[in-house]
T-cell receptor, first 113, second 117 residues
Framework: AQKVTQAQTEISVVEKEDVTLDCVYE???????LFWYKQPPSGELVFLIR??????QNEISGRYSWNFQKSTSSFNFTITASQVVDSAVYFC??????????FGGGTRLMVKP | SAVISQKPSRDICQRGTSLTIQCQVD?????MFWYRQQPGQSLTLIAT?????????ESGFVIDKFPISRPNLTFSTLTVSNMSPEDSSIYLC??????????????FGQGTRLTVV
């Protein structure tokens, strides 16, 4: 069975602060993929990143960065210099051999001006 | 990458009625997934729709309540039957991705925001 845990249900920061969203996963599959999605108030899911289990390189994309630690089964997401437009619910998700996504509970990020 | 068109984008329905949500993909896919997201909650898989066979439902979801059609490799529908306010949710269709050595993407429709009154 697969499981994704996002321990932080809600985070509130002030604009320009850095914020890290935590994600811990469980899977028995040796090959798997990890994802982060953003869900703004409009409801659509916006794909942010994917990572496969064989690639532990950290990635940076603009103000976003991801830290994949296989040893601790974590795939954390950091937003640098947060902006009000970053306010959304963020989901971490996992897919293994079954091809369907297992989602974490989501973290609601509120960035205040 | 796949493009998924889902409709309606939102609807307000009377309790006891049914709503059919459509999902059209711009390429042929073997499996399609239907998810439900209740207010303030995460996404939960309802069922997997395979072309040419009956859908596979997850625990807690039954065919009588959520019948699914999969007439071809690019289209699927999900019906929410005999609706009650507890069915108010966002419903999303999704297609899987190429796994293995190829890069993987996961694709979602725009979602259907259903409110039952």
């Amino acid at each position: 069975a697969q499981k994704v845990t996002q321990a932080q249900t809600e985070i509130s920061v002030v604009e320009k602060e850095d914020v890290t969203l935590d994600c811990v996963y469980e899977t028995r599959d040796t090959t798997y993929y990890l994802f982060w999605y953003k869900q703004p108030p409009s409801g659509e899911l916006v794909f942010l990143i994917r990572r496969n289990s064989f690639d532990e390189q950290n990635e940076i994309s603009g103000r976003y960065s991801w830290n994949f630690q296989k040893s601790t089964s974590s795939f954390n997401f950091t937003i640098t210099a947060s902006q009000v437009v970053d306010s959304a619910v963020y989901f971490c998700a996992l897919v293994g051999a079954g091809n369907m996504l297992t989602f974490g509970g989501g973290t609601r990020l509120m960035v205040k001006p | 990458s796949a493009v998924i068109s889902q409709k309606p984008s939102r609807d307000i329905c009377q309790r006891g009625t049914s709503l059919t949500i459509q999902c059209q993909v711009d390429s042929q896919v073997t499996m399609m997934f239907w998810y439900r997201q209740q207010p303030g909650q995460s996404l939960t898989l309802i069922a997997t729709a395979n072309q040419g066979s009956e859908a596979t439902y997850e625990s807690g979801f039954v065919i009588d309540k959520f019948p699914i059609s999969r007439p071809n490799l690019t289209f699927s529908t999900l019906t929410v039957s005999n609706m009650s306010p507890e069915d108010s949710s966002i419903y999303l269709c999704s297609v899987p991705f190429k796994t293995g050595r190829e890069k993987a993407e996961a694709f979602f429709g725009q979602g259907t925001r259903l409110t039952v009154v």
